[in-house]
């Protein structure tokens, strides 16, 4: 019986030492997993803050041409006032359309085409159908959900 225990005894530095160096390994292995996810989520980050500001001149002019496109279709359903008219038609057929998505482009459509036809009790709807479609596109080209936290 003493010789098992001797021997337990003389085994045990061993399987501690065992033990401590896979404890080790594995340690070191969930620290090098935690280090290497908070390297890609940084690249991912500065990747997307490269995107933006690569594209920055494209949607300040698309910020830009919304904000006065909504104040336009404003003023077109409220007003009918001619020159605004003309500010409309100007932005429908002229800088908008480079900027603007499809949603973007449906809903000026729709609004043209309700102004050409002289519907001016639907004018108002549209316009605000315009303004949520832009805070659409807007969220998506700036990659953002603020865009979109009060619209409806």
Known sequence: MSRILDAALKMLPVVGACITFI???WVWKENADDERAAAAAETTRYAES???EAT???LEMQLKLYTEAVLV???VAHTGDEATIGRFWELYYG???L?????????????????KAGERTRLEGLSLA??????????KSWGTDA???TAN
């Open 99 to 115: 900027v603007e998505n499809n949603d973007v482009a449906k809903a000026m459509v729709e609004f043209g085409n309700a102004l």
């Open 56 to 58: 920055r001149p494209f």
């Open 50 to 52: 490269r995107r933006i």
């Open 23 to 25: 404890w080790g390994v």
């Open 147 to 149: 865009w979109q936290a």
């Open 130 to 139: 315009l303004t949520r479609a832009m805070r659409k596109s807007l969220a």
């Open 95 to 97: 800088e908008l359309a």
């Open 73 to 75: 279709t404003s003023r």
